[in-house]
């Protein structure tokens, strides 16, 4: 008998070598998560036409014919074989004895799989697929019976060089002949669920006899993935209320309600709700946990303003953490303008606002951190300078965080435990729109407060694509429209990708689907745009560049002259994407669009349309119709909707990204469950977790589901948890 954490070495032997060297799968639970990709049945080929250049593929293909072909720079053959699947034809390789032995085996008629690296090579009229010595295993060698093959879905691995899917599929056979395990979801659950025991699921998706099986298989496996998952973030969502945290009321006549009596608009419907969620939060005695996401524009940061003032009526302190410079410049300059003598020490008592950065001089830097250890400071704003040790605080007692997913988790978890009388609160803050069941998988452990609802005044944002390679004249056009908004006394945003030929890409670049970065030319970069742009379609007008490389002075002069006026079109890498607000702004040009994730551009043009104007934001892209990167810029020219472009955007990435799981250093856990197309299964799952421990916390009566959570959430993954 075996179990899932018993060493691949063990149940296998040497055969269990080459996994773990090419799928670092090193346990027999690793091995039996590893599911097939497809099945495949006997007469029904794989489409050719759906391989990609570089793809490891394995291919269910028939023969159709063999031809020596002489050497081109020496003497020999080699073995063209060329298969099909009825409609397109995919070449073989073979050189040496390889040659002579699939001379042999693979003769016209015979159907099999074949495995390896595949290779397109196009022309103008044409598509050559290719494989160079790929594995074979004709259907006529197996260790199967004809019938079995004739109705039987064969598993179809994910493999990698030098591992064929067929032999993974023989050590999977091998683990599931001898393979014992308990069920960590409770009989009466699965029975409420008509759910299959996971032993029986992992054969059926595995050895199955037929599709049904399969999708009874993949019904029980998705809802582990959802409920082990669910269950985690319940039980670190129980613990963190059970942590001590100083109770931050506010007072009826404090910094807070004066702040209120001066606004000079109406909050909306939405800030006052959720204002009203994070204050009573704030008055609990265990820290609060609250995510705050909302479109662009819509508020967050007078929200978490009112809610820092709550915290120094109370005594404490208040950190906001920015991930770049220019944003926590920004919202110290904002901060300050809002608050007006609230914010020096006035005839209200109040506070002091202070700003630490890690370029700052060492007198401006040595008065911050004065200010932040004496308490003179209620509300210190930051970048990563606040995350080191010497920087200490009087009675911290909220930490807001801006675009937490520029933060790892240890850098958020150093600001928290700087708290004095107990854990801080926690407000994080995104404009990134989340879809709820990804907000309940990624952010379970947090409750989740949303402004879907823009402030009057917002004007709409018209955006279009325009193809500048099938239609050069259209970028012509785009700079028209640039020198037309300067003329109306406009200003403009040009956004690249790059900075300059000797630096890295700031921004998070998405992957081209027609074979990747390195096929294409380098992203447009900043300082070339810039200076193209000043002797070109642009000349006359006053362009100047920004970027994160420059100082902090030269930055601070080049947006303090773009806000000011000064400046007519601003050329920048990504460093503006957030919290950067310049009403007078009415245009932006994104260059090598496709370069950017679909929630990246949905930033980015939130930029413009501040101040009552029309905004314009133009996608500039040479990625041809039809590809997938058209399909996502075309999605963003469609809809001003943010929650809407979240579930485009995360049909379009895997579910690893979305988690975060790069912060914790391990792989996804995620399998699969598919967070858009699973809902059901999620919101069950939450349900179930929640009734599990709330009646049984400690899980004494449940120890298989307690040692799953525990191996779930081990080590790193433990540590992930707790700090996020």
């Known amino acids: ?68 072909r002489p050497m081109k720079n020496r003497q020999g053959t080699w073995l063209d074989v060329e298969v099909t699947d009825g409609r397109d034809k995919l070449h073989l390789a073979f050189f040496g004895k390889g040659a002579h032995a699939a001379e042999q085996r693979l003769r016209p008629g015979t159907e099999a799989m074949f495995s390896g690296k595949v290779n397109v090579f196009r022309t103008s009229r044409t598509r050559r697929v290719s494989l160079t010595h790929p594995e074979y295993e004709s259907f006529d060698e197996t260790d199967a019976t004809a019938e079995e093959f004739a109705n039987v879905p064969v598993p179809i691995y994910p493999s990698a060089h030098g591992l064929a899917s067929w032999k993974i599929a023989r050590a999977v056979r091998t683990v599931l002949d001898v393979l014992s395990l308990d069920d960590p979801i409770p009989e ?118 009112r809610a820092m003032l709550q915290v120094a009526d109370s005594g404490g302190q208040a950190v906001l953490l920015a991930p770049t410079e220019v944003l926590a410049q920004q919202h110290h300059r904002s901060i300050r303008k809002m608050l007006g003598d609230l914010g020096t ?35 210190v704003i930051g970048t990563h300078a606040l995350l080191q040790e010497h920087v200490q605080f009087a009675d911290l007692g909220l930490v807001v965080v801006d675009e937490q997913h520029r933060f790892g988790v240890e850098q958020r978890d150093a600001l928290r435990e700087k708290g004095g009388g107990g854990r801080p609160h926690v407000l994080v803050m995104t404009a990134t729109p989340i879809p709820r069941t990804v907000a309940m998988t990624v952010f379970g452990d947090l409750e989740v407060s949303t402004l879907a609802q823009l ?16 239609k050069p004249h259209f970028l012509d056009r785009a700079w028209e429209r640039v020198r037309e908004e300067v003329g109306l006394g406009r200003q403009a945003y040009v956004v690249c990708p790059r900075i300059g030929d000797q630096e890295g890409d700031e921004g998070d670049l998405a992957k081209d689907d027609e074979g990747g970065e390195g096929e294409r030319r380098p992203p447009l970069a900043v300082l070339d745009v810039a200076e193209l742009l000043s002797q070109g379609p642009l000349q006359g007008l006053r362009v100047e560049a920004l970027h994160g490389k420059l100082t902090p002075e030269d930055k601070d002069a080049v947006m303090g002259a773009f806000a000011r006026g000064e400046v007519d079109v601003l050329v920048a890498t990504t460093v503006i994407e957030v919290g950067v607000d310049v009403p007078n702004s009415s245009a932006m040009v994104i260059m090598d669009a496709d370069r950017f994730g679909v929630s990246q551009l949905h930033q980015l043009r939130g930029r413009v349309g501040r101040g ?49 799981v790069a912060q914790s250093g391990r792989k996804s856990s995620l399998k699969m469950l598919r967070l858009l197309e699973d809902e059901d299964v999620i919101e069950t799952a939450r349900a179930e977790a929640v009734a599990v421990l709330g009646a049984d916390p400690e899980l004494a009566a449940s120890s298989v589901l307690r040692a799953e959570l525990d191996a779930l959430v081990a080590g790193e993954q433990a540590e992930f948890l707790e700090k996020t």
């Open 1 to 68: 008998m075996t179990s899932f954490d018993e060493p691949l070495k063990r149940a296998l032997g040497r055969t269990a070598s080459p996994l773990e060297a090419a799928l670092g799968i090193s346990t027999v639970g690793e091995l039996l998560r590893h599911y097939p990709r497809r099945y495949a049945r006997r007469g029904e080929l794989t489409p050719i036409s759906s391989l990609e250049h570089d793809d490891h593929a394995t291919v269910v293909a028939r023969v159709s014919a063999a031809m020596r």
């Open 188 to 305: 009466e659950m699965r029975r409420r669920h008509g759910l299959s025991t996971l032993e029986a699921a992992l054969r059926q998706i595995h050895r199955p006899r037929d599709p049904e099986e399969i999708a009874q298989a993949r019904r029980r496996l998705k809802f582990d993935e959802a409920f082990l998952l669910q269950a985690a973030l319940v039980r670190r969502r129980m613990a963190a209320s059970a942590s001590p945290a100083r109770p931050r009321p506010g007072r009826d006549d404090g910094l807070l309600s004066e702040f209120d009596r001066r606004l000079p608009f109406q909050l909306t419907e939405g800030q006052r709700q959720v204002g009203a969620e994070i204050a009573a939060d704030l008055a609990e005695d265990h820290p609060m946990h609250r995510l705050l996401q909302g479109e662009v524009g819509a508020g967050k940061t007078v929200v978490a303003l």
């Open 345 to 379: 020490g006035g005839m209200f008592g109040g506070t002091g606002v202070a700003l630490l950065t890690g370029s700052m001089g060492a007198a401006a830097r040595r008065s911050a951190l004065l200010e932040a250890a004496s308490g003179a400071a209620g509300i």
């Open 455 to 470: 402030p009057a005044g917002r004007a709409p944002i018209t955006t279009h694509v325009v193809p500048a390679a099938e």
């Open 612 to 660: 009552g104007l029309p905004g314009l934001c133009l996608l500039v892209t040479e990625a041809p119709e039809a590809t997938q990167a058209r399909r996502r810029l075309d999605a963003v020219a469609a809809t001003l909707d943010g929650f809407e472009l979240s579930r485009v955007d995360l049909e379009q990435r895997r579910e690893g990204d979305v988690l975060g």
